[in-house]
C-alpha cells in the first residue's frame, strides 16, 4: 500500500484541478446542510417550545366525569332449559357526565404518591354579554389557590392579581383572546346566561396571556359560581386536574386513576396528540424536501469525480503502470468524495449555526387568528446532533456518490490507455 500522504496528494491535486466545478459542488453541499440543521432546528424548537408550554401551564392529567365503564350492567340468564334466554336491558337514566362525591375521588387519586397537587374544575358554556356583543363562551369554575399550582396563572398575568378571584366571590378572569373578543377591561362587568336559563353578572379582576390560544380563549370564576351556573350539587364537578411529580409516570397515573375510579383520565399527552401529530407531519414533509436538495448536492459530488476520471485516464494508467493497485485507485477517488463533503458540510454547519442564531433574533407578529400556540419570536432547537445527523447524512450521500466514479477508475486497462486505444 502506498504511502497515505501520497494517496491524499493526489486526491487533492486532482480536485483543485477543476477548481470552479470543485467549489460549486462544495457550496451546494453547504447549502444543502445548511438548508437542513435550520429546518431541523425551527421544527424542533417548535415541537419543543409548545410541549413546554403545555407541561407548564397546563394539567398533566385530566380526570373527566365520563365511565370507564356502566355502574349498572345487563343481565342475562336463562328462561327455560335450554330453550331460551331472557335479557334484562339496563335503561337507567343516564345522568349529564359529572365527577359525584370528587372530594373521595381526590382521595383516591392522592394516595398515589406520583400526584402532587389535584383541583377540581367545573367546566359550562354560556351565553356572555356585554354591551351590544353576545357570545358563547367556556367557563370553568376553579379553587384558585390550587389551580394556580397546575396552571401556573399569577405568573402570566398581565392586567390585575390572580388572587383577587379568591377574594372576589363574582370576579372573573379571563385570556388575553377572550378579553379582545368582548373588548373588556378590568372593572368591567360581564353577564352570563345559563343553559338552565339563569342570568349571573360577573366582574373581570384579571386578565392573563399564556400564549396558546386554546386557553387565552377561557374564562375562570370561583368554583360555587360554576356550580350553581351548571346545576351541580357542592359535591359535583365535571372534572378533576392534578399534576405528577415525575413526568414520565403520568401514563401509569392516569391509568391507575382509571382503575381505582372507574373515571376516564387522560395525559397532556393524550390531550394534545393530534397538535403533536400535525406537528411530526410537517416536519416529516420538511426533511422529506431538504433530503433532495442534499441529494442534488450528491449528484454534484458524482459529477466531479465522473469529469476527473474522464479527463485522468492517462494519469491513472500511468499510476497503476507504476503499481498503483485497484484499491489505491479506488480509495483516491472515494478521498476526493470524502473531502469534498467534509468541507461542504463543515461550511454548512458555520451557516447553518449563523442562521439559527438569526432566525431566532427575529421577530414576529403574535397571530391572533386560532392556532394553536402564539410567539414573539421564532422558536429555534439548538442541539449539537443537529450538525452531526446533517453532517453525517451529506457524507453519506457524497460517499454513495462517489463509489460509481470510483470503481470505474479502478478499471481503467492502463495498456488501452498507453497504447492511445482509448
Known sequence: MRNNYQILNIALRQLTSRK?????????????????????????????????????????????????YSLVSDTLFEAEKGTAVNLIKNVERQDEEMIKNFKRVETLIKSDPQVSV???????????????????????????????????????????RFSELEKTPDGLMLGTTAAKDFGLRLGDKLQFVSNLGKTFQVKVVGIYSTGINDIDNNAYVNLRVAQNIAGYRPDEVSQIYLRVNDLKQDYAVARTIEKETNYKSKTWEEISSSVIALYKMISMMVYFLVFFVILV???????????????????????????????????????????????????GCLLGYVLIIIMSSIQITPSESNTSMRSDRLQMGKSPWYFVLASLFALVVSLVASIGPARGAARVNPVEILRGER
Do not use: C, W
Open 297 to 347: 448536492a450528491g449528484f454534484g459530488v458524482a459529477n466531479v469525480l465522473i469529469t476527473n476520471v474522464l479527463e485522468k485516464y492517462r494519469d491513472i494508467a500511468i499510476l497503476k503502470s507504476i503499481g498503483y493497485k485497484k484499491k489505491e485507485i479506488t480509495v483516491i477517488y472515494i478521498l476526493q468524495g470524502t473531502l469534498v463533503a467534509l468541507i461542504g458540510a463543515a461550511i
Open 118 to 160: 389535584t383541583s377540581p374544575v367545573v367546566n359550562v358554556t354560556v351565553i356572555a354579554k356585554f354591551g351590544t356583543i353576545s357570545q358563547p363562551l367556556e367557563i370553568f369554575g376553579i379553587d384558585p389557590d390550587r389551580q394556580d399550582e397546575i396552571v401556573k396563572f399569577s405568573s402570566n398575568m398581565i392586567s390585575g
Open 20 to 68: 470552479r466545478q470543485t467549489l460549486l459542488t462544495i457550496s451546494g453541499i453547504g447549502v444543502g446542510v445548511m438548508v437542513l440543521i435550520s429546518a431541523v432546528s425551527l421544527m424542533d424548537g417548535l415541537l419543543s417550545s409548545f410541549i413546554d408550554k403545555i407541561v407548564n401551564i397546563a394539567p398533566h392529567v385530566v380526570v373527566s366525569g365520563e365511565r370507564m
